[in-house]
């Protein structure tokens, strides 16, 4: 089955931070795709996404509007909006290291 794709707007890119506005209308996904950093996410919508996971694993993500979680580069996924509505966050990649001062 082909998926709409979620649309990515790049915020900030600089040195320290990526931020990217991910939107998901409903049905859209990323894509499998690997993160090579850490990265925050802080969803601006509630409800469940689908996630994809490398061996054929399937299971659902409750998120909450304004409730934010963390995760370590090396997460791979395919995230999709399986909600009947548009489903939108914002990811905060770091792209320093442990011990680095802001």
Known sequence: MTRPAAVPTVQ????????????????????????????VVVPMSTGRLLLREPGGAKRHAALTAGVSYSRPAGVEHDVINDN?????????ETKRTGGEAC
Not at 12 to 39: C, K, M, Q, S
Not at 84 to 92: D, L, P, S
Request: hydrophobic residues 50%; without cysteine.
């Open 84 to 92: 009947a509505t548009e489903f939108v966050f914002i990811e905060i």
């Open 12 to 39: 900030i890119d600089n040195g320290v931070f990526r931020v990217t506005e991910w939107r998901f209308a409903p049905g859209a996904a990323t894509g499998w795709h690997r993160h090579a950093l850490d990265y």
